[in-house]
């Protein structure tokens, strides 16, 4: 039997039988967050006349930008089974790098941000080999770097001070739009980019012999997808500002293609590299992982050293947000919103599972329940708990899920 006859003639209601089956065996993936994300729109958008407005919509976005941004540079550190508390004020110490380098040396603002990405990774590289190469545990290691990189922070903004962002590209990142034009070129842009990589994927496993993606499933989900993402880009397009002849507000914040680019290149990095397999095998069992030849040490020096430069670019976002950074930039709930963030997403914190877009779906899932509460006049304490229990739950559903796959 040839090897194109060896692969699986699959029908759609076999694919859905397989799906459900590695639900049962404790592969839900990002399930739980998909359909708690749309449950609690559901419920504030039931609730709240503002919630579903363009406005708030583009608001939710860039409200959770910085948040998606640490979590996503987390995804590499969980899934070593490892934990950096030290993300966020990572974030505030490279932003404050940034703007001092831009404001106080005139430094340009694509070199400071590349500076400050350099910062970040050499921090992190001072994580990740004292986590790796001495043994300490990442839990302590990150918790004392949270203590010292707060008070680097404090020295650098000075106590109770800010220092004031005036560079008009940083401010547009998260206060400036795409036009409704090119924001619509860039959506189709990048639906044709992902239909093609999604046929090139399935056309080259069935080249190999491999069972592939069944074609029928994966046009509905690619023009399920493409079409919500179509009515998001409709959503942003609509004018936003309450005063339009003073200021217009329309078009995709250009923090959004910031992270796609991220997410694009996060994805590639973990699924299509030699990189990205060895994370997956050191997560999942370290000392076979060794034996197989791969330096589990250099890999858990490297994840860190990659949390850390993408908490410099969340550093750019939240001196965009806030027009300034302080000594609280990156404090306060910021870490553990990002960790909530890529767990409830899906991210195991035992390690040796995730991807990339789970930080997505969970930061939306943080910032929607942030946003929503805070419309409906709930204090500031009962979103915390909420948020809580939402990630006891996620991380429940994920040591419950694991058990079940190793029963």
Not at 94 to 123: C, K, Q, R, S
Not at 140 to 145: D, I, N
């Amino acid at each position: 039997m040839s090897s194109s006859e060896m692969v699986e003639t699959a029908t759609l209601k076999g694919a859905m039988h397989d799906y459900w089956s590695r639900i049962k065996a404790g592969d839900i993936g990002s399930l739980p967050a998909v359909l708690g994300l749309i449950a609690l729109c559901i419920v504030f958008g039931s609730m709240s006349s503002v919630f579903l407005t363009p406005g708030n919509f583009a608001n939710l976005l860039t409200q959770a930008a910085a948040v998606i941004v640490i979590a996503m540079g987390l995804v590499f550190v969980l899934l070593l089974g490892e934990i950096d508390l030290s993300a966020g004020y990572t974030a505030g110490v490279t932003g404050a790098v940034l703007v001092i380098l831009i404001t106080n040396h005139h430094v340009p603002w694509y070199l400071a941000l590349i500076a400050a990405i350099f910062v970040g990774v050499i921090l992190g590289f001072g994580l990740g080999s004292l986590v790796a190469r001495l043994g300490i545990p990442s839990f302590v290691v990150t918790l004392a770097a949270f203590l010292a990189f707060q008070g680097i922070l404090l020295l650098l903004a000075g106590e109770g001070g800010t220092i004031r962002v005036e560079d008009k590209t940083i401010l547009a990142v998260e206060n400036s739009n795409l036009t409704p034009t090119l924001s619509w070129v860039f959506f189709i842009g990048v639906s044709i980019i992902y239909v093609l990589v999604g046929l090139n994927r399935i056309n080259s496993r069935r080249k190999a012999g491999l069972k592939s993606e069944l074609i029928n499933l994966w046009v509905l989900k690619t023009v399920g997808l493409l079409g919500i993402l179509g009515l998001a880009v409709f959503a942003l397009n609509v004018e936003r500002s309450n005063n339009p002849d003073l200021v217009s507000l329309k078009g995709i914040p250009y923090v959004v293609p910031v992270i796609l680019l991220i997410l694009v290149i996060g994805t590639f990095v973990l699924s299509r590299t030699a990189f990205g397999r060895h994370i997956y095998a050191v997560g999942g069992n370290a000392e076979a992982a060794r034996r197989a030849g791969i330096n589990v040490k250099q890999i858990r020096i490297m994840a860190f050293m990659i949390c850390s430069g993408l908490s410099a670019i969340a550093g750019m976002i939240f001196a965009s947000r806030q027009n300034s950074v302080s000594p609280t930039t990156g404090g306060s709930s910021t870490l553990l919103y990002a960790v909530g963030a890529a767990v409830i997403g899906g991210t195991s914190l035992f390690g040796g599972k995730g991807k990339m877009s789970d930080a997505i779906l969970g930061g939306l899932v943080v910032a929607v329940i942030d946003n929503g509460m805070g419309l409906l006049g709930y204090a500031a304490g009962i979103k915390f708990i909420v948020t809580g229990l939402v990630l006891l739950i996620s991380a429940g559903v994920d040591a419950v899920s694991r058990k079940g796959a190793n029963v």
